[in-house]
């Protein structure tokens, strides 16, 4: 979930964000949502769901009610970041 002062961004706001740093993946929950895991493998938007549609996202995808949400360490696989550094975090 990614925070701006006292609210909760949304989901348009977020993708304008624009890429996450390897600092901020390391920080992402153990299930992140869908905008957040495109966010991290520096996808468009329009790009990410196409590939969700066509069953090609570059990590596993898992259904959580009407999106998807990808494992933390699944990401962290497909973006070449070190499980020791994984476990120093969460």
């Given amino acids: 979930m990614v925070v ?7 989901s348009d706001e977020r993708w ?3 890429p996450m740093t ?3 993946v390391l920080q ?5 949502e869908f905008v957040d895991s495109g966010r991290a493998l520096n996808l468009q938007r329009t790009q990410a769901y196409s590939l969700a549609r066509r069953g090609e996202y570059p990590v596993p995808l898992h259904r959580r009610g009407c999106t ?9 696989r497909e973006l070449g970041i070190d499980d020791a550094a994984e476990a120093q975090v969460g």
């Fill in 22 to 24: 390897a600092s901020e």
């Fill in 68 to 76: 998807w949400a990808v494992r933390r360490r699944d990401l962290l």
């Fill in 16 to 18: 304008r964000l624009g």
């Fill in 4 to 10: 701006h002062g006292s609210r909760r961004l949304t």
């Fill in 28 to 32: 992402l929950p153990a299930m992140v």
